[in-house]
């Protein structure tokens, strides 16, 4: 299915339809043939009676849709749609949810709805390979650098090339639990939970931590941050870590010199769809640093009459 190379109106012309959709699905899904996801059987029929092919098992006769399993599980939406929400967001760029829903011409919601699905299904991409190499690990800030207190931490983690340069890069937004709350720096807990999550064990950071940040690292933390603050005019710390594994998804496909888009599809095409409520339910966030003053407006007056004095 060569279609890194489409432009975005030859590829909504070849998956123009359902049909054209699920046929490549079944590929991503099935490269070496259909196997039963309950028994493994590779016997089938085939059941056209619906919208979307339906599978039954030889052997055990489960059926299974072309969409089981993937982000688009339970999904109304036309696949079409969802193949142009994969081909927009593998693009260098990315595209905002607002952008989204006027090109695929649904309701923001589901725009936001698909996007975020997607991004998922990038996460678990990103999750799936580990640093196996020594690396330079730097801290960061995400937010205005006006307003210090209010500032995401997070942290960049590379490994560099002969020449000194990054060839792939982990960016990750520390617990809560892993800051300092009054003047918003990683504890060293913090970089300790990094390396267990993202790093094998016989591997270990080279940056001093209280050190400037690695000329190298430097221009990708700076890029993350004006590309959240230009294509989304901002991110939440709720959903931050979201879009910046989707940044780094694009940014290490760009390093190793790959398109984005087939590896994107592959990640939506066996990973399972996440649901709305589990997108929104609450997750631990550093607390707002206005929560204190009472509202954000006196939050802000304290800045103003700070900068007055």
């Keep these: 299915m060569p279609v890194g190379a489409d432009t975005y109106e030859q590829f909504c012309q070849r998956f123009s339809s359902d049909a054209a959709c699920a046929h490549a699905l079944f590929a991503l899904r099935w490269p070496e043939g259909f196997h039963c996801p309950a028994c493994r059987c590779s016997s089938y029929s085939l059941i056209r009676t619906r919208r979307l092919p339906l599978y039954q098992c030889a052997s055990c006769r489960r059926q299974t849709s072309i969409i089981t399993g993937t982000i688009m599980e339970g999904s109304r939406t036309p696949l079409p749609r969802w193949f142009q929400a994969m081909f927009l967001l593998s693009q260098s760029g990315g595209i905002s949810a607002l952008r989204l829903s006027d090109v695929l011409k649904v309701t923001y919601k589901t725009a936001w709805h698909i996007a975020q699905k997607i991004r998922f299904a990038l996460q678990s991409a990103e999750a799936s390979v580990i640093i ?11 937010g205005s650098p006006i307003y210090q207190d209010a500032q995401q931490p997070l942290l960049i983690g590379a490994t560099l090339n002969e020449q000194e340069q990054p060839d792939r890069v982990v960016l990750h937004q520390p617990d809560p639990a892993h800051v300092d709350r009054v003047n918003r720096r990683v504890l060293a807990s913090g970089y300790h939970a990094f390396a267990r999550k993202h790093t094998e064990p016989h591997v270990h950071p080279t940056s001093d931590r209280y050190a400037k940040m690695h000329k190298a690292l ?7 941050c004006a590309w959240l603050n230009d294509t989304f005019n901002g991110i939440g710390a709720k959903h931050l870590q ?18 984005a888009l087939l590896p994107l599809l592959h990640w939506c095409s066996v990973t399972r769809a996440i649901q709305y409520d589990e997108l929104t339910r609450p997750k631990p966030v550093l607390v707002v640093p206005w929560i204190y003053f009472g509202s954000k407006a006196r939050w802000k007056g304290r800045h103003m009459s700070s900068w007055g004095a």
């Excluded at 430097?218 to 993350?224: D, E, L, N, Q, T």
């Design 242 to 259: 979201a879009y910046l594994d989707e940044f780094a998804f694009r940014l290490n496909k760009h390093f190793q010199s790959a398109s």
């Design 218 to 224: 430097f221009p990708i933390a700076k890029s993350a």
């Design 132 to 142: 196996d190499a020594d690396y330079k690990l730097d801290a960061f800030y995400y």
